[in-house]
């Protein structure tokens, strides 16, 4: 009897031994806020599940004093962090705070700065250069040009004028502008970004920094410049990388802003980025397209199961959502045998349920027609004497028995 106990607990410490481990991979993360004329108390406890939820990172908050507080109480050690994400728009930080996050940065540490975060700090010039473009708090053309694109082209205008400004809230559509960056690299051209503010009028020293999308400012809004301003920046300072969206208004429960896939997904690449120099995580199936937002009020993506579930009572008048999460899918296992007859089997097994709607099995078989095997054919070959199904299991079968 003792012998088995003792070697329960030998594995169990294997068990905690082997969890310490995995944990270590993961890059640590602070997460400063505390003061904002944003909604901070929202939008932190999202941007900590986003993250640590690629198993990439593992998150922590640090909320500063309040507004008036004693901020030499504020003073984190940077060194034991790989990202540091900026929620932050208030009080200025001590000088030996800002000393040490400025040595952060300069010996190769990551940073994020989201939304609200590019209004701080409208006097500190290190942090601007940081930041790459800022808004309010009298920023104006001491600060450096405004960045836009005008007529497809990369403007600097030196121009006298505030910055900072935004229009009503609304979705509006995101440009990427460059394609190769491993941020952006297999994102679409252009895709659907959820309800936010649409910053504009963003100014600063742009130094070293790379505009990688943007979004029309247009009038009728209110507040449009009729240009396409930045919404997502890379910026190096000496060895540090900084990631800035100025996407991602929260709401009390994070809101379409923080739920849309773009903002999701764009956030977790552009950290592992700004960490190491590199992006390992794919393109999410469910990333939007220019046919509209792509929402995810759990900030998790949808399984595969959750997608069959939802496709067999598909109804092509109501939502083609989860038609395109399956052909997204189906496009990501290319080249990947197994995976595409994993999915084909999954495929059959509805078409010979009785539980899918006519609709659903007519978009199966228009899929199935051109990624399927001989796997599929004899459940096709049932749906023929289907009056409803002949047509397209007609179809199918024409294209797989070539």
Not at 28 to 54: C, E, R, Y
Not at 61 to 73: N, V
Request: hydrophobic residues 35%.
């Amino acid at each position: 009897m003792m012998k088995k106990q003792y070697l329960l607990l030998i594995a169990a410490g294997l068990i905690t031994f082997i969890s310490a481990c995995k944990n270590e991979t993961a890059y640590k993360t602070l997460i400063i806020t505390g003061q904002n004329n944003h909604n901070w108390k929202a939008s932190s406890p999202v941007l900590k599940q986003i993250l640590d939820a690629t198993k990439l990172f593992t998150s922590e908050i640090m909320i500063t004093p309040e507004k008036g507080g004693d901020m030499k109480t504020f003073n984190p050690d940077f060194s034991k962090y790989k990202l540091v994400v900026l929620d932050y728009n208030g009080d200025s930080w001590s000088d030996k705070t800002n000393a040490a996050f400025l040595e952060y940065v300069k010996n190769g540490g990551g940073v994020v700065v989201y939304h609200a975060a590019d209004n701080s700090f409208p006097e500190w010039k290190e942090y601007n250069r940081i930041i790459g473009l800022g808004g309010w708090g009298n920023r104006n053309e001491k600060d450096g040009p405004y960045v836009y694109y005008k007529n497809n082209q990369l403007v600097t205008d030196t121009s006298a004028g505030p910055g900072g400004t935004h229009g009503k809230r609304r979705e509006f559509l995101v440009k990427t502008r460059i394609t190769d960056h491993p941020i952006t690299k297999g994102l679409p051209s252009r895709w659907m970004h959820g309800n936010d503010e649409l910053y504009s009028l963003l100014r600063g020293p742009a130094e070293n920094m790379q505009v990688l999308a943007t979004a029309f400012a247009d009038s009728t809004a209110g507040g449009g410049t009729m240009r396409d301003e930045p919404m997502l920046m890379v910026i190096n300072y000496e060895k540090g990388r900084i990631f800035h969206t100025a996407m991602g208004h929260a709401d009390e429960d994070g809101g379409p802003a923080m739920q849309c896939v773009g903002f999701i997904a764009t956030l977790q690449r552009g950290a592992e980025w700004a960490v190491t120099g590199d992006v390992t995580q794919p393109v999410p199936n469910d990333f939007p397209s220019v046919a509209g937002v792509v929402l995810r009020p759990g900030y998790t993506e949808i399984s595969l199961e959750e997608v069959f579930l939802k496709i067999e009572s598909y109804d092509i008048a109501k939502s083609t959502k989860y038609l395109s999460y399956l052909q997204s899918y189906i496009r990501n296992l290319a080249g990947d045998e197994k995976g595409l007859l994993d999915l084909e089997k999954m495929m059959v097994k509805v078409l010979s349920g009785d539980k899918a709607t006519v609709d659903a099995k007519k978009l199966l078989l228009r899929e199935l027609s051109w990624m399927g095997s001989d796997y599929s054919v004899p459940a096709i070959k049932n749906l023929v004497q289907d009056a409803e199904l002949k047509d397209e299991a007609e179809y199918a079968l024409a294209r797989l028995q070539k």
